[in-house]
């Protein structure tokens, strides 16, 4: 790995991603891209690229230009946008992600990292500890891309022996980059709002049990699986890795230990539906044996530490 493309850098994963690259490898070694143009202040120390990864050419002539050779594709329409707009996040999840591959072959990309999702699962998957393996039919668009990036990790390693790797993240939370369009932005967007105005109205139902991650086991289980050594790896695409589970009743039961007067109701809309259909709990005992995956974060650490970052943030005064 000695020079790293990392597509859609801007996201809420890629900010936070492409800085613990920056910090490993160096930042003249990791070349950040995204369509949209405004950094946001993101990256002073990075070669950014504007690229939109549905142009083949475009993404070609950044790859020839650094010399690409490690592909972190983050580029994605995320569950929610991707039920609004079906064929977009069909164009871009799987053109875009065509296009990575191709390229990847073409220039001999030494690995390259898509993330999967729990989106993967669907009504006929086993929804509690989910396995490794199991039916995956999923009923939204998001999801059918996501199965489809898997079997193609696994379609390019056996013809091309591209080294493709990929983990199912849960919903991921953090408080640097806001979520883009997903279905687990409400743990997210909680945090703002109980510290905002003391009262949140979610759109899942009150008892939708969902995996969840704090940003930096997300970070660590990515390197950590992007460092791991090649043959002890029995998968390619489709990690699944827990950290835990909860409701949002759950974590609002949490976040009232630090604000007594915090409240929530419920508005749920058509993303519960999507929510209705994935796991609880994933079985992530591939990624243990594997490459050694250990969660750090439980829910308790992670509200403690989004409730004091997410308030300095927000410049209101508040302490544990
Ligand atoms: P995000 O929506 O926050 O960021 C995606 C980025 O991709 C954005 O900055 C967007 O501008 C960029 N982008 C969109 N279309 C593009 C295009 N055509 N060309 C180039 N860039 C484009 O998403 P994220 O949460 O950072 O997710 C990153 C990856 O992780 C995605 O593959 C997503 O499916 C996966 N994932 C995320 C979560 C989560 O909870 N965040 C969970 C499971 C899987
Ligand atoms: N957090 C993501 C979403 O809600 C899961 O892939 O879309």
């Not at 003391?198 to 009150?206: D, P, R």
């Not at 990624?287 to 650490?301: F, H, I, K, S, T």
Request: include cysteine; charged fraction near 25%; charge should be negative.
């Amino acid at each position: 790995m000695k020079k790293i493309l990392v597509t859609g850098a801007l996201g809420q994963i890629g900010s936070e991603l492409s800085h613990e690259f920056n910090a490993r490898y160096g930042n003249e070694n990791v070349i950040v891209s995204d369509v949209m143009v405004d950094t946001k202040g993101i990256y002073p120390e990075n070669v950014f690229e504007k690229v939109d990864v549905t142009d083949v050419d475009g993404l070609e002539k950044i790859i020839k230009r650094h010399n690409i050779d490690t592909i972190i594709h983050l580029a994605a329409i995320l569950s929610a946008r991707g039920e609004q707009d079906p064929e977009l996040a069909w164009h871009i999840n799987i053109d875009g992600l065509l296009n990575v591959i191709r390229l990847s072959i073409k220039h001999n990309i030494d690995r390259l990292m898509v993330p999967s999702s729990i989106a993967v699962f669907g009504p006929q998957s086993t929804l509690y500890n989910a396995p490794q393996e199991t039916i995956l039919k999923p009923n939204t668009m998001y999801g059918i891309t996501k199965v489809t990036g898997e079997l193609l990790a696994d379609y390019y390693y056996k013809k091309y022996n591209l080294d493709f790797r990929g983990i199912r993240y849960p919903g991921i939370i953090s408080h640097k980059t806001m979520p883009g369009g997903g279905t687990t932005d409400y743990a997210v967007e909680i945090f703002y709002e109980a510290l905002k105005t003391g009262h949140y109205t979610c759109f899942l139902s009150s008892e939708a049990c969902l995996p969840m991650m704090y940003m930096p086991d997300c970070v660590r289980a990515t390197i950590e699986l992007l460092e791991a050594d090649r043959t002890s790896l029995k998968h390619r695409g489709d990690y699944n890795v827990g950290a835990m589970s909860f409701t949002p009743e759950d974590q609002a039961a949490e976040i009232r230990k630090y604000l007594p007067n915090f409240t929530i109701d419920y508005q749920p809309d058509f993303r519960r539906e999507i929510a209705k259909y994935w796991p609880a709990s994933v079985d992530d005992s591939s990624a243990c044996a594997d490459w050694g995956w250990r969660p750090q974060y439980n829910l308790e650490m992670t509200v403690k530490d989004m409730l004091v970052n997410v308030a300095k943030k927000l410049e209101i005064d508040f302490k544990i």
